[in-house]
C-alpha cells in the first residue's frame, strides 16, 4: 500500500528552526513532485511548498518564503522542507503529498488525492511556543 512517511516535527521556540522529512513506502519520490501542506487546529488545510522533477524548481506560499527552503535528494528518496525563523502561526501539522506529477501545476497549493497516491499520511506536528 503507497503511503506517505513525514517526520522531524517538534515543539520549537518562535525564532527555532526544524527540518521537516518526507519518505514513502511502495513506492519511491523521485519520480514526482512533492508538495507540502499543513493544517492548523480549526483551519483548513493549505499548501505551504512545492518541489518539481525536471529542475528541481522550489514553489512556496507567501507565509513560506524567504523562511522555509524545499530540497529533494532523490538518492536517499527524501523531500525536506528546512523550516527557520519559525512563528506561533506555524504550528500545524505538516503533511507531503503527490498526485504523479512530475511537475507541480499552478495549482499545486490544492491538493490532489489522485489514485494511487490518494490517501494522507499521518503527517508530523509542529509547535512553536515559548
Known amino acids: 500500500q503507497l503511503q506517505f512517511v513525514e517526520s522531524g516535527g517538534g515543539l520549537v521556540q518562535p525564532g527555532g528552526s526544524l527540518r521537516l522529512s518526507c519518505t514513502a513506502s511502495g513506492f519511491a519520490l523521485d519520480s514526482y513532485h512533492i508538495a507540502w501542506f499543513r493544517q492548523a487546529p480549526g483551519k483548513e488545510r493549505e499548501g505551504v511548498s512545492c518541489i518539481s522533477i525536471g529542475d528541481g524548481s522550489p514553489y512556496y506560499t507567501d507565509s513560506a518564503k524567504a523562511r522555509f527552503t524545499i530540497s529533494r535528494d532523490n538518492a536517499k528518496f527524501t523531500v525536506y522542507l528546512q523550516m527557520n525563523n519559525l512563528k506561533p502561526e506555524d504550528t500545524a501539522v505538516y503533511y507531503c503529498?503527490?498526485?504523479?506529477?512530475?511537475?507541480?501545476?499552478?495549482?499545486?497549493?490544492?491538493?490532489?488525492?489522485?489514485?494511487?497516491?490518494?490517501?494522507w499520511g499521518q503527517g508530523t506536528q509542529v509547535t512553536v511556543s515559548s
Open positions: 503529498l503527490t498526485d504523479g506529477d512530475r511537475e507541480c501545476k499552478v495549482d499545486w497549493t490544492t491538493p490532489r488525492l489522485r489514485s494511487p497516491f490518494g490517501s
